[in-house]
């Protein structure tokens, strides 16, 4: 029977608060019905800060999408390929054979560790910063060379270009940083850039883009392009366009290596709902705005109840902050998992600092009313 787009919608949110009632403290319940209606706790009931999602979406252009391609979940999906890399493709105003999908930008990470990497060959990265490019560089036999931030949280572009050797395949730079959420200045970016030797990549990963505050230090690779062969762009839909859950990123390179990368995929990588989503959720800049705005506030708003507390986050690029505790992290992440609160692992070398998705307001009153039932929370001031 077919499904009218309110029904369908009508019924979805419904769905979707009935099932997760049983998570949902009363107000949480209201004001989530009337943000979006999308469920905070896992299915134990645990409020979920910890993975850098979008706690609002996706939007329902996107759940529409999705409920749509379902009906032609019996055909392999790769025939909507094309006509996703070209929505890519033109967006940036590249080659459509420049772009490559995967599933989720991990993928492409992955992708980019394959196409590039081995025994004998390293890989430069930023530490702390996301590591899934380092975890699939292991797997293949490459050797990992990190290099601390910088006292403000900016990759240390100095010290990791005194890394560089004749073994160096890739460069990571993951910009804003996770998990500090934190900036390097495109200048400086692009200074390494002109310094490099010719055989090395860089990656630069654009996972929270459209985090970033409005800032004369920031320009997207793909929006203002270097001019630079060697440099592989990653975004994810998982971050903006909440659709974490659908796993879709890219990649945009020159096109040799795009090739290569996309070779290294089987044919038919990616689900008909995940691109049916991805078409759908570039087309809706509309709520792309509202979710960036959102965070804006969320993202305000903590820096308000950190700062009542005499906490100092890091300034924060990103839907997610860092902030140093003044105590050991595992100890806090320890004391909100028995209030059933996740948050961010510990990243070392930042021992004390805590890494929290931002959420609802109802998430986050929360956040804060299990902060302050620390024994020692007032020492934080
Ligand atoms: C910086 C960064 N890159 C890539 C990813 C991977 O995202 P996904 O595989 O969901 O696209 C994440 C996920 O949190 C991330 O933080």
Known sequence: MPVSRRGFLRTLTAGTVAGSVAGWAGDALVEAATLAARPERDREGVLLLDSNENAYGPSEKVMWAVQESLSRANRYPFRDYDSLTEDIARLHNVKSNRVVLGCGSTDILRLA?????????????ASPTYEDLATYSKAIGAEIITA???PTFAHDLDAMLAKVDSKTALVYICNPNNPTASLTPRADIESFLG??????YVLIDEAYH?????????VSFLDQPAGNERV?????FSKVYAMAGLRLGYGVTEHVLAEKMRSLLTDVDLN???VAAGKAALADSESVRNFVKRNMDDRQEFFNQAMARMLKPIDSHANFVMMDAHQPADDIIDHFRKNKIRIGRHFPPLTHHVRV?????????EFWRVWDLMPNSKMSM
């Open 113 to 125: 560790a394959a196409a590039l990497l081995g025994p004998g060959k390293t890989v430069i990265t």
């Open 148 to 150: 601390p931030l910088t």
């Open 195 to 200: 310094k490099l030797p010719p055989t090395v």
């Open 210 to 218: 459209h985090y970033v505050n409005a800032s004369a230090r920031y």
């Open 232 to 236: 592989i762009v990653i975004r994810t």
């Open 272 to 274: 008909c709902a995940a």
């Open 357 to 365: 998705s931002l959420g609802t307001p109802a998430a986050m009153r």
